[in-house]
């Protein structure tokens, strides 16, 4: 397979101070990338390519101006009083008073806009944050270019991961929503139809909000249930879409444990609803926080289920680019990654 890389992410490294600064783990590091690329080299059959850079004309039309505006000059502005290592919300607008009264509204202020668009406290902004989110967005943009010029599949190592980003919204470890930026450059590029499929632990609540009333790209899920693990406040079963989108969004939420059984009939629902939708490319947005060694997820799959995952995207006969989601056990995210990868090519060769 093609595999697309970049060094950007580098850049944004989270985890230590947020550990100095008494926060929850962050286990999106920068180790992540380099064992999957370890992984993929000792598997080979691979060609490692570099990304390149499309500009953000792509990243801009599918998040909002103000947003991109706010992610690139909030690190600078940011008060250092308030966080020298990093800038965490401390503030948020909220839903507005049951009662009525006037509509929430955004000052100037980098502390205000900051819970404007953050959607919790897990996506914390650095020095690097911008140019690793930019970079990660150039890693599926290329990837997507190379699907467009026919190659039948390519694997985006895009860290940080993107399918919390919303179009205004940072949350979840994310801030571009590179599947998203994706499959709207396919879309741009002339397709009609585009399908995401979202295999992460978490629902993609970004990349369902920002194709929530669209009817051109099919966005289907399988995920721990909502009401049980993150992203908490979206992502059940009757979320189907609304407007010119409604029934092009296909949830699928599964119980804490759920096993390889379970999840491969949600899986079955999902490639069944994409095989109606006849897509003329899919997206995988790859997440193997599912793994049950995971220390993110809650699932309960082995190593060699990965395998069969892939094999099942195979034979779905698409072009396809693979966007690395989460996957969070060092020990396994390097296997797990290329036993999807030997499972696809496994179907399609
Ligand atoms: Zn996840």
């Keep these: 397979m093609l595999i697309f890389h970049g060094a950007a992410h580098r850049s944004h490294d989270p985890s230590p101070a947020m550990a100095r600064a008494g926060q929850p783990p962050n286990f999106d590091t920068p180790d992540r990338v380099d064992v999957v690329l370890d992984a993929l080299r000792a598997q080979g059959a691979h060609r490692l390519q570099l990304a390149g850079d499309a500009g953000l004309a792509p990243i801009a039309r599918v998040h909002r101006a103000d947003y991109l505006n706010f992610l690139q000059t909030a690190w600078e502005r940011w008060p250092r009083e308030r966080g020298a290592e990093l800038a965490l919300p401390q503030f948020w607008p909220g839903p507005g008073s049951p009662a009525g009264g006037p509509p929430a509204r955004c ?209 779905l006969g698409l072009p396809t680019l693979f966007v690395l989601e989460g996957g969070y056990g060092l020990e396994v995210l390097g296997v797990n990654v290329t036993n999807v990868m030997a499972g696809f090519e496994g179907a399609a060769s």
């Design 107 to 315: 000052p100037d202020s980098v502390v205000a806009q900051l819970g404007w668009f953050a959607g919790d406290a897990i996506a914390p902004l650095m020095a690097g944050t911008w140019a690793a989110a930019y970079g990660s967005a150039q890693v599926a943009l290329s990837a997507q270019r190379a699907v467009t010029e026919g190659v039948r599949s390519a694997f985006a190592l895009c860290r940080p991961p993107g399918h919390h980003a919303g179009t205004a919204r940072l949350a979840g470890y994310c801030y571009l929503n590179n599947a998203a930026i994706a499959a709207q450059a396919f879309i741009d590029g002339g397709l009609r139809r585009v399908a995401v499929f979202d295999v992460d632990y978490h629902h993609g609540n970004g990349t369902q909000e920002i194709f929530y009333e669209r009817a051109d790209v099919l966005v289907c899920s399988v995920h721990a249930d909502p009401a049980e693990d993150y992203p908490f406040f979206v992502g059940r079963a009757d979320e189907i879409g609304a407007g010119p989108g409604e029934g092009f969004n296909l949830n699928c939420p599964l119980p804490a444990g759920s096993d390889w059984p379970t999840w491969r009939a949600a899986m079955e629902t999902c490639c069944r609803r994409i095989e109606a939708f006849a897509p003329q490319a899919l997206v995988v947005s790859l997440g193997v926080d599912t793994h049950r060694d995971d220390p993110s997820g809650g699932f309960k799959l082995d190593s060699s289920h990965y395998v069969l995952m892939g094999r099942r995207m195979g034979e």
